[in-house]
């Protein structure tokens, strides 16, 4: 029999129970939505967490001096002197899957402006610490450049906060000197504002300047506290912090026994703690209501048991006038699919609209993803013939002269 | 054409299996039906009527013996060649009408080609028209069965049986649930289908409505006890006109 012709039948029968067709359809119809729905506002969790974590670079990776033992003695990360400008240059030669390199050094102090004063922390850092490995544009003003590094230029960037603090009447900061601790330093930008980190953090407390102005002219020192530096794409991570720990292993002329003296942190690990959470939230949501969904399956294949009985004289009929036991098969799992796949339909439909709801009323970040929408798509299709094939082979398995005489 | 064979039934045997016991259904039947017979088969509840019926219906298959229907052995097909045959060759109209319900009339006739691959949707729908015109019921094609009178039904279920244009049409008590009226009326049909060269086989146990074929077939515990051909036929149709007016309400 052609496609058509079994999905008109089938279509016919299910137009004759239609309250019957509906209520199966119906368990269908909320386990699909539920799947749906809470994949939806598991991944709408994970995705705001890694947006959060991104908006503090995702391809970041931080590299500090370690711990380490003298004399017997462990010694505060913080006091440890391990990182030179040596090693960034080192990187940025020899490292291919990093495409910036930056050391950091920082400085807490007074930063004053007329008659306002802020605690802050100033960050000596390169040009391209903002643009590759931050991702942080301007505000307002211009950059400092290269040259600015070279030649330990006192100009600065800054945060919001302090802007906020320093400038309480709303007037542009640009071209104004402020002073950091004795050092008077020229503003020649702004920074957006980028809210509070992940941690509770806020990232716009902070002065940037060119780096060699914060070494030599405020710390007076020769090491790094941080090197900065970032891959070429969120998937190189792993393979630049191999490269970086190789690279910085032999510029330090560690052996092979030695621990390392300095610790290489990327941002993804950060951000895979954080999703391995949220997805571990999503699996258990998406298993709670694929249960939902089996519950609904065994609803059709119940149905279709006591249709099978139900329509046992119709069953001989069409046996009589010519129908093999294979029309009869496909006829009641066209049914069951039928029932499974509109059901789908109409979940999906279902569980995009609640997802919706949710942002609306609750403003729970939520995400529907097309895989969650295909998947259950397919689960539909897979429940439909899984539960309709044991009925319908029943039905195809009767024997005509029995089923014609049932009452 | 008329010496053409449709049925050749030799030393027909079934066996059922009950438990430990066997119980012998048909013990030897043997009949020939040529093209354009009416044929009535008749015998009390036990003589192997139903089983006659549903070996020649190629419902079931002979234990043992040759049936030929159209020239083909049917106990050398499988299940689905009987499927097959059943849908070329057999036209079958039950007492309970077997419709389909809340299906229209039309659907209904259409049924036996659904299951036909050679046929368009749009040959299917025009041959259905053409048998419900020729019931009778071509202005009922809308119609459910539960809007039609039993007569009606069973009109509507000759239709379906003779949309596939098979060589036979086989009736199970064709008017066993209808009052006489309606069924003489079916008997008419009948005899009008006979006579634009339909072969039908009708199973029934009233001898009224015996009379109305060209022969018939008398069983009894599994065997043919009379074969003879009816001298005396009457017409349905005359039998229906002299039924008096005061029913006709």
């Known amino acids: 029999m052609s496609f058509l012709n079994l999905l008109r039948i089938a279509l016919k029968a299910l137009q004759r129970n239609k309250l019957r067709a509906f209520l199966t359809m119906l368990g269908i119809i909320i386990g699909v939505a539920s799947v749906i729905a809470m994949v939806a506002i598991g991944q709408g969790s994970k995705q705001s967490i890694q947006q959060q974590l991104s908006g503090m670079g995702s391809n970041m990776i931080i590299i500090r001096p370690n ?38 050094a920082s400085s807490r102090g007074q930063a004053i402006y007329g008659n306002n004063n802020w605690p802050t922390q100033i960050q000596g850092v390169n040009p391209q610490y903002l643009d590759i490995i931050r991702q942080w544009p301007l505000k307002d003003g211009i950059s400092f450049s290269d040259r600015d590094v070279q030649s330990q230029n006192k100009v600065c960037l800054l945060g919001q906060t302090v802007v906020t603090n320093l400038f309480p009447n709303g007037e542009s900061p640009i071209g104004k000197y402020i002073r950091f601790g004795k050092v008077p330093m020229l503003v020649i930008g702004t920074l957006t504002a980028k809210g509070e980190s992940a941690f509770g953090q806020d990232q716009d407390d902070v002065i940037l300047a060119p780096f ?12 790094l506290q941080n090197i900065y530096a970032s891959a070429v794409d969120e998937n190189s991570t792993t393979a630049a912090s191999t490269e970086i720990s190789d690279i910085l292993r032999t510029t330090h002329r560690l052996k092979a026994t030695d621990d390392d003296d300095f610790a290489v942190r990327t941002m993804q690990e950060l951000i895979n703690t954080f999703s391995s959470t949220s997805q571990l939230l999503t699996v258990l949501l998406a298993v709670i209501s694929g249960i939902s969904l089996l519950v609904g399956g065994i609803g059709i294949m119940n149905i279709m048991y006591v249709s099978v009985t139900e329509r046992t004289k119709e069953i001989g009929l069409r046996m009589s006038i010519g129908a093999r036991g294979m029309d009869i098969l496909l006829q009641f799992l066209t049914e069951a699919i039928l029932i499974s796949i509109t059901g789908g339909i109409i979940g999906v439909i279902l569980g995009i609209t609640s997802a919706r709801l949710v942002t609306i009323f609750l403003s729970w970040p939520t995400l529907v993803t097309e895989y969650s929408i295909v998947l259950s798509f397919l689960v539909c299709f897979v429940t439909g013939v899984f539960f309709g094939y044991y009925p319908a082979q029943k039905a195809s398995r009767l024997d005509p002269i029995e089923a014609l005489r049932y009452e | 054409m008329s010496s053409q064979k449709i049925l050749e039934l030799k030393d027909i045997k079934r066996e059922f299996r009950m438990g430990s016991e066997v119980v012998k259904a048909l013990k030897g039947v043997s009949f020939d039906v040529v093209a354009g017979e009416f044929i009535t088969i008749m015998g009390s509840s036990g003589s192997g009527k139903t089983t006659l019926l549903n070996t020649l219906g190629c ?32 036209g079958f109209v039950f007492q309970a009408y077997n419709l389909l319900p809340r299906t229209s009339a039309l659907e209904n006739v259409e049924l036996p080609l659904m299951y036909n691959p050679e046929i368009s949707a749009k040959e299917r729908r025009e041959r259905a028209v053409k048998a419900l015109q020729a019931v009778n019921l071509g202005d009922r094609l809308d119609h459910t069965p539960n809007q039609l009178s039993g007569g009606q039904q069973q009109r509507v279920a000759i239709a379906r049986a003779l949309v596939n244009e098979p060589v036979m049409i086989l009736a199970d008590e064709a008017t066993g649930n209808l009052d006489s009226r309606s069924s003489y009326s079916i008997m008419a049909l009948f005899q009008e289908l006979n006579t634009q060269g339909k072969t039908i086989v009708f199973v029934t146990h009233e001898p009224d409505i015996a009379s109305f074929s060209s022969r018939t077939i008398m069983l009894r515990d599994g065997k043919v006890m009379k074969d003879s051909v009816n001298e005396n036929r009457k017409s349905a149709k005359d039998v229906l006109a ?8």
């Open chain 2, 242 to 249: 002299s039924l008096p007016k005061s029913e006709d309400y």
């Open chain 1, 212 to 223: 060699t102005t914060v070494q030599r002219r405020i710390l007076s020192t020769i090491y």
């Open chain 2, 59 to 90: 419902l079931d298959k002979p234990s043992d013996g040759t049936y030929l229907l159209d020239g083909v052995d049917v106990r050398k097909l499988g299940r689905n060649e009987l499927a097959r045959l059943r849908n070329h060759k057999i």
């Open chain 1, 67 to 104: 711990s380490n033992i003298s004399a017997g003695a462990r010694l505060d990360a913080s006091t440890v002197q391990s990182l030179t400008l040596d090693d960034v240059k080192a990187l940025q030669r020899g490292a291919p899957h990093l495409s910036a390199v930056t050391p950091l």
